[in-house]
């Protein structure tokens, strides 16, 4: 069983930066891949980001590409996504999840309890 814990979210003014962090505990997710996805106000859960379980294959949505960045330390069994450039439309919860299954099609087993990010105008 693994938890995730999201943090680093907060108030933020249009234009300026972020870093989320989503650290494991439980057991190491080192193989896991982990993505992040938001959720705004009366809107459904959307995809932001994905990163491979050695972190050299990433995966963005288009909203965020060249503005947001997902890494990961395995060795401190976190993940980070670096928002830059943030937008009012980035106001969300963020929340990570882990896929621990690595198969062709990526299943989300684990998840967080989220962090809110609000970007003022």
């Known amino acids: 069983q693994v938890q995730l814990v999201e943090s680093g979210g907060g108030l933020v003014q249009a234009g300026g930066s972020l870093r989320l962090s989503c650290a494991a505990s439980?057991?190491?997710?080192?193989?896991?891949?982990v993505g992040w996805f938001r959720q705004a106000p009366g809107k459904e859960r959307e995809f932001v980001a994905r990163?491979?379980?050695?972190?050299?294959?990433?995966r963005y949505a288009d909203s965020v590409k060249g503005r947001f960045t997902i890494s990961r330390d395995n060795a401190k069994n976190t993940v980070y996504l670096q928002m830059n450039s943030l937008k009012p439309e980035d106001t969300a919860v963020y929340y990570c999840?882990?896929?621990?299954?690595?198969?062709?099609?990526?299943?989300?087993?684990?998840w967080g309890q989220g962090t809110q990010v609000t970007v003022s105008s």
């Open positions: 439980g057991r190491t997710f080192i193989s896991y891949r």
């Open positions: 999840a882990a896929d621990p299954y690595g198969g062709s099609s990526v299943k989300y087993d684990y």
């Open positions: 990163i491979s379980w050695a972190g050299g294959i990433t």
